[in-house]
């Protein structure tokens, strides 16, 4: 068997060796020694990391299709899709700058800019219809312009920096799941929320966990992945307990003529300096019978 898998066409012998280097392709194709640990565990990891980066490309996909078949972004927290974006950048930013592989951190590089056409799309289907066209074309100039610019900012910042905002991904991670999961909370729904996403999500934190631990073995990183497994964990549960009800249903049971304390404030800016003039219809005359010019009342005359 060793006389075949030595014997392979250059392209296979090269693309394992890139994948898992040469000592562990030697050890694994070559030599078929399934008992060294050592490289099954690497070369384990690195099937995984990549299959996460490949996964990673198309993950946003189900929930950008959504939003654009809906025309409607309910559901989803602007906040927190934002700062989710933020981290993504972080991560990969952080990553690159230390020369980790590329199948350690290639899904953050993916999401990122899956998350960007996310939050421009939220910004472009407004939650509520009494904000102006020209309001979200406005937001969304001054967003891409925002992402453009941190982007920059992260590629020229020192490493030394850039460890210290990677520290900081872990309250950011906090802090971009906790709008989303008190959103679905209060609404009693998840709206257009994919579940392909959050699962996805959750499957792989727990692989990104084993292979930042057997690849890079940085412990910031690791704990990033772990606080947003626990996170994604919650959202996921709140898919079980609220899938098949829709948001929508909370506004099917308000009164007729009702208005919510929300709806008021929404439309006090609105109001703010208008008069309302109300016209009332014009009622059709009521035929009456008139007096001839001459006043004589005329009677018809009977022999």
């Not at 008992?35 to 993950?59: N, P, Q, R």
């Amino acid at each position: 068997m060793t006389s075949i898998t030595r014997n392979l066409p250059w392209f296979i012998v090269d693309l394992g060796t890139a994948v898992i280097g040469e000592k562990c392709y030697s050890s694994l194709v070559e030599n078929l020694d399934v008992g060294d640990a050592e490289c099954l565990k690497y070369s384990l990891s690195k099937g995984l990391g990549l299959g996460i980066v490949v996964g990673g490309s198309i993950m946003k996909v189900p929930q950008l299709l959504l939003i654009l078949s809906a025309q409607s972004a309910r559901g989803l927290s602007f906040s927190a899709h934002a700062l989710e974006t933020l981290s993504y950048a972080i991560t990969t930013a952080y990553s690159y700058r230390n020369n980790f592989p590329f199948s350690t951190y290639g899904e953050n590089l993916f999401l990122m800019i899956q998350n960007t056409l996310i939050t421009l799309l939220i910004i472009y289907f407004p939650s509520t219809t009494l904000r102006k066209t020209q309001d979200s074309t406005g937001k969304l100039i001054l967003t891409s312009l925002a992402a453009a610019v941190s982007g920059a900012v992260l590629y020229l910042m020192p490493t030394e920096t850039l460890a210290f905002l990677q520290l900081g991904t872990l309250p950011l991670s906090l802090f971009s799941k906790v709008p989303q999961i008190a959103q679905n909370a209060r609404a009693k729904s998840t709206g257009q929320l994919s579940a392909f996403a959050v699962i996805s999500q959750i499957v792989g934190c727990l692989a990104r966990l084993f292979t930042t631990a057997t690849e890079v073995g940085d412990p910031i990183v690791s704990a990033g992945f772990a606080l947003a497994l626990l996170l994604n964990s919650v959202l996921g549960m709140q898919m079980w307990m609220y899938w098949g009800k829709d948001g929508k249903d909370t506004y099917s049971k308000t009164a007729i003529g009702a208005v919510s304390e929300k709806e008021k404030e929404d439309w006090a800016p609105e109001r703010r300096g208008r008069v309302d003039v109300v016209v009332t219809p014009k009622s059709s005359p009521v035929p009456r019978h008139t007096a001839s010019p001459s006043g004589r009342k005329w009677s018809r005359k009977i022999d």
